[in-house]
């Protein structure tokens, strides 16, 4: 077992020991006391964040940042990814896959809708990208005005320069992972001024030519004429982003492992221990809840028992 601590969590939690403490100098002999300072304990697991298990991978893969590069617009909602999934969850799966293959890797994720933002930084904190991937969804389409592929270019860039600035001896990845969707009037603008930043690149496309209708929150989302929505795959979009990082285009179905290829200056033979564990951060989760239910209850009957009493 490792801890993966999250160290502001970790001092929110310590705080709120102090603070329970302090309140019930008093009274530490109490249920109450107990099951406060129970939750605040439990609450202090989780931030440390508890994995189990190690694998071994080579260690090259410690020397490239990768930044994924997600879109998260409504059309990636559409039903269209192996067999009724939406293509969103074809994106977390194929990003899944490249952790596990390349478990030491350093990995960013920036996600664009109609912005762009750089969600997570450079880390080869595998855990924590897993479980950001994992609670990822996609813009709620009812707010959308329509969006261009091409949106996170510039957050990109500032990135991979930072990245290039901080680590030059690194490789730098980028892997698009998008339906190539252009929903606003003007054409995307070009992906080329990453091209000189990265070493490999990688568009990864989703869904349908024929297209699919867009779920979301189990409600189909409707166009501007109160229709059903239908979202389209363009290839020819994402092969031209492809073209201008240099990299190559994959259409992916969910049939078969992803297929990447490190930069070659990446490769050494040593192997080293990295930490890829599962994590365990939600058995303390689950019993802080059923500890703050539990003095939420109490609560509830005190009160109608005073209400009671005053009546």
């Keep these: ?26 009274q530490l002999r109490t249920p109450t006391a107990w099951r406060r300072l129970g ?12 994995t189990a298990g190690t694998t071994s991978n080579q260690a090259a893969v410690q020397e490239v940042d990768l930044l ?38 350093n990995i960013g994720v920036l996600v664009f809708d109609d912005s762009a933002r750089l969600e997570m930084p450079f880390t080869n904190d595998t855990v924590a990208v897993q479980h950001h991937l994992e609670i990822m969804g996609v813009r709620d389409p009812f707010y ?27 490789a730098r990845m980028v892997i698009v992972m998008s339906d190539g969707e252009q929903t606003v009037g003007t054409p995307p603008e070009s992906f080329e001024p990453l091209a000189e930043l990265v070493d490999q690149a990688y568009v990864f496309g989703y869904g349908t030519e024929q297209g699919a209708t867009m779920i979301y929150e189990d409600k189909t989302v409707k166009d501007n004429k109160a229709q059903d929505g239908i979202s389209k795959l363009d290839p020819a979009n994402l092969q031209a982003m492809a073209d201008q990082l240099g990299g190559e ?63």
């Design 68 to 105: 994924l590069m997600i879109d998260r617009t409504s059309s990636m909602a559409a039903i269209d990814h192996d067999g009724g999934q939406n293509r969103l969850a074809g994106v977390q799966a194929d990003a899944s896959q490249l952790i596990e293959q390349y478990p030491g890797i």
């Design 39 to 50: 939750a605040v304990l439990c609450l202090l697991l989780v931030a440390l964040r508890p």
């Design 144 to 170: 959308g005005k329509g969006s261009s592929i091409s949106v996170g270019v510039e957050a990109a860039k500032e990135a991979l320069t930072a990245a290039k600035e901080r680590n030059p001896e690194r």
């Design 249 to 311: 285009y994959q259409l992916r179905t969910g049939a078969g492992e992803v297929d990447v290829q490190l930069p070659e200056a990446t490769t050494v033979d040593s192997d080293q221990q990295v930490e890829t564990g599962f994590p365990l951060y939600w058995l303390p989760a689950l019993a802080m809840v059923a500890l703050v239910v539990g003095e939420g209850a109490v609560e509830m009957r005190r009160h109608q028992r005073l209400r009671q009493e005053l009546m």
């Design 1 to 26: 077992m490792s801890l993966h601590p999250d160290w502001i969590m970790v001092v929110i939690a310590l705080l709120a020991a102090g603070a329970v403490g302090f309140v019930h100098r008093n």
